[in-house]
């Protein structure tokens, strides 16, 4: 009786724990981005100086490059996966301080360039915050803990963003960087409560196997390129249609900066963390394929949906369904990925395997933008929805020749 007790106290301090390393993860992502931006805005920055910070994140679609490092080296404190998030962690609060020592105004070159220091130390985070989320997780709670991480992750974009931006009306972007690196201590301390996962003694023996050995070992899986095709295209068709929402929703149906940011912004987020808890609550009782079946078919129709609102037009209503509607069965998808992501991993280097399956991801949002717009310009906004439909519905065909060939409810997909 004892052990249940034990073991039911260890899962939910599991799920406390993905909710709060996902706040780490989600915390510098708007301090080099949104809120960063509105700093240069206010300071008076050109335009055309402010366009060249998107630059900033650009360590996010290389960090499979070094997260071999994290596989191969074991530091002498913590572990492996705890050990390398405790490092990440402490220099990326001592960074985002740093950055409150500047200002744009005077020192705007400094500053972008602690940014991209930040975006580096933050890939690294995300590296090993990924491969412990992997490696701690059993299999049944993949789902609700992938949930319970995308809320936290949310969150903290909430509180980098738009929190940051009324403290720093109030108290100036100094005191404001200052807050939010202090809130770095959340990540340092719920590193050093949790548990160490159990590795098994393959740890890579020198850099090249910890390179070239995660590739290998799965390329030489079957069906490995579908696979890899799969998780470029089961989101592909969602973030094709929401690559120029803002243009849609400002330009097209008129809708103000204000009513975007009220119903879009606000609505958008609060359901995708609806949508991504209900998708892991689910997933308890589902298997892995169910649960991406069912949830793509939403999602696809979640797009859909805009067509919907191209014919109501500027429709209150209507503006508010839709964005709820799509918000949420994405956040549902998203969560049934990202346990698909966590199962596709081999335990040995998970950093390096997740980083490449999250950067095999990204390939195909990377062109989304200037294809969108082609699109559009093309046919219109409700064939391009109907586009949008017809791509995610692609990924699940191929979901379903995949499932006949390859065990999707396995503890590692082989």
Same mark, same amino acid.
């Given at each position: 009786? %004892?052990?249940?007790?034990?073991?039911?106290?260890?899962?939910?301090?599991?799920?406390?724990? /993905?909710?709060?390393?996902?706040?780490?993860?989600?915390?510098?992502?708007?301090?080099? #981005?949104?809120? +960063?931006?509105?700093?240069?805005?206010?300071?008076?920055?050109?335009?055309?100086?402010?366009?060249? =910070?998107?630059?900033?994140?650009? !360590?996010?679609? @290389?960090?499979?490059?070094?997260? !071999?490092?994290?596989?191969?080296?074991?530091?002498?404190?913590?572990?492996?996966?705890?050990?390398?998030?405790?490092?990440?962690?402490?220099? *990326?609060?001592?960074?985002?301080?740093? /950055?409150?020592?500047?200002?744009?105004?005077?020192?705007?070159?400094?500053?972008? /360039?602690?940014?991209?220091?930040?975006?580096?130390?933050?890939?690294?985070?995300?590296?090993?915050?990924?491969?412990?989320?992997?490696?701690?997780?059993?299999?049944?709670?993949?789902?609700?803990?992938?949930?319970?991480?995308?809320?936290?992750?949310?969150?903290?974009?909430?509180?980098?963003?738009?929190?940051?931006?009324? +403290?720093?009306?109030?108290?100036?972007?100094?005191?404001?960087?200052?807050?939010?690196?202090?809130?770095? =201590?959340?990540?340092?301390?719920?590193?050093?409560?949790?548990? $160490? !996962?159990?590795?098994?003694?393959?740890?890579?023996?020198?850099?090249?196997?910890?390179?070239?050995?995660?590739?290998?070992?799965? /390329?030489?899986?079957?069906?490995?390129?579908?696979?890899?095709? @799969?998780?470029?295209?089961?989101? &592909?068709?969602?973030?094709?249609?929401?690559?120029?929402?803002?243009?849609?929703?400002?330009?097209?149906?008129?809708?103000?900066?204000?009513?975007? #940011?009220?119903?879009?912004?606000?609505?958008?987020?609060?359901?995708?963390?609806?949508?991504?808890?209900?998708?892991?609550?689910?997933?308890?009782?589902?298997?892995?394929?169910?649960?991406?079946?069912?949830?793509?078919?939403?999602?696809?129709?979640?797009?859909?949906?805009?067509?919907? &609102?191209?014919?109501?037009?500027?429709?209150?209503?209507?503006?508010?369904?839709?964005?709820? *509607? $799509?918000? *949420?069965?994405?956040?549902?998808?998203?969560?049934? @990925?990202?346990?698909?992501?966590?199962?596709?991993?081999?335990?040995?280097?998970?950093?390096?395997?997740?980083?490449?399956? %999250?950067?095999?991801?990204?390939?195909?949002?990377?062109?989304?933008?200037?294809?969108?717009?082609?699109?559009?310009?093309?046919?219109?906004?409700?064939?391009?929805?109907?586009?949008?439909?017809?791509?995610?519905?692609?990924?699940?065909?191929? +979901?379903?020749?995949?499932?006949?060939?390859?065990?999707?409810?396995?503890?590692?997909?082989?």
């Amino acid at each position: 009786m %004892s052990e249940i007790v034990t073991s039911k106290k260890a899962n939910y301090q599991r799920l406390i724990i /993905m909710l709060l390393l996902g706040f780490s993860s989600g915390l510098p992502i708007a301090l080099i #981005g949104s809120t +960063l931006q509105a700093w240069y805005t206010v300071s008076g920055i050109s335009i055309v100086a402010i366009g060249f =910070l998107g630059l900033v994140g650009q !360590p996010y679609a @290389f960090k499979f490059f070094w997260a !071999p490092i994290m596989d191969r080296y074991i530091p002498p404190f913590l572990g492996r996966r705890r050990g390398w998030m405790l490092i990440t962690q402490i220099a *990326l609060l001592i960074s985002i301080l740093f /950055m409150s020592w500047f200002s744009p105004a005077i020192n705007p070159i400094k500053l972008a /360039m602690l940014a991209v220091l930040v975006a580096f130390l933050s890939a690294s985070q995300d590296i090993s915050l990924d491969a412990y989320r992997t490696d701690i997780l059993p299999p049944e709670q993949r789902g609700l803990g992938a949930a319970l991480w995308i809320n936290g992750y949310r969150v903290a974009m909430i509180v980098s963003g738009a929190l940051a931006l009324v +403290l720093a009306q109030h108290l100036g972007w100094h005191v404001t960087y200052m807050i939010m690196a202090t809130l770095m =201590l959340i990540g340092v301390l719920t590193t050093f409560l949790s548990p $160490e !996962p159990k590795q098994d003694d393959h740890v890579p023996q020198s850099m090249g196997r910890a390179i070239w050995q995660p590739i290998q070992e799965f /390329m030489a899986r079957p069906y490995a390129g579908a696979l890899l095709l @799969f998780i470029v295209i089961y989101k &592909l068709g969602d973030a094709f249609a929401l690559s120029l929402s803002s243009v849609f929703y400002i330009r097209y149906l008129g809708f103000s900066l204000q009513d975007v #940011g009220l119903i879009s912004k606000t609505m958008g987020i609060t359901a995708t963390l609806v949508g991504a808890l209900l998708g892991g609550v689910i997933m308890l009782r589902w298997k892995l394929y169910r649960s991406l079946m069912i949830f793509g078919w939403l999602q696809a129709f979640g797009t859909v949906i805009f067509i919907i &609102l191209v014919l109501a037009g500027k429709n209150y209503t209507v503006f508010a369904i839709s964005v709820f *509607l $799509e918000n *949420l069965t994405s956040g549902m998808a998203t969560t049934a @990925f990202m346990a698909f992501l966590m199962a596709l991993c081999d335990q040995r280097f998970t950093a390096t395997q997740y980083a490449l399956f %999250s950067a095999v991801m990204t390939v195909g949002r990377i062109f989304v933008g200037p294809i969108a717009g082609i699109f559009i310009e093309q046919i219109g906004w409700t064939q391009f929805f109907i586009v949008s439909f017809i791509i995610g519905i692609l990924g699940l065909v191929l +979901l379903r020749w995949l499932n006949q060939r390859v065990d999707f409810n396995a503890t590692k997909i082989m």
